[in-house]
């Protein structure tokens, strides 16, 4: 990957120094937020998951997402009972688990 440096483009790399991690959001102040707050004028909760079974999207050349229940009686001797989960998926499929770095450049 070309950074926009290397081709001349302008370019926020290092603008925060070298171990920086938030990027432009050091842009962000207290200030910004409040004055984004007070433009909502209704509330909607738009979910942004989608269902984890195999049956769920996923590219053809992978395989489909495997979930695991196990339960198993606790050894306190109090009737307790546990369970645990083991889900297997790719993270491209189902509920996309990514971060905003996706494609980055060097370490």
Known sequence: MIR???RGAPSNWGRW???DQRGTANLLRDVHVAQAAARVTRGKVYPLNAPVSP????????RPTWHVVTTRERVSGNNDMSA?????MHTHGTTH??????????D
């Open 4 to 6: 926009p440096e290397e």
């Open 17 to 19: 120094g070298a171990d």
């Open 55 to 62: 049956d769920g999207p996923n590219l053809p050349t992978r």
């Open 84 to 88: 645990d989960d083991v889900i297997m």
């Open 97 to 106: 688990i990514d971060a905003l770095c996706h494609i980055y450049v060097g």
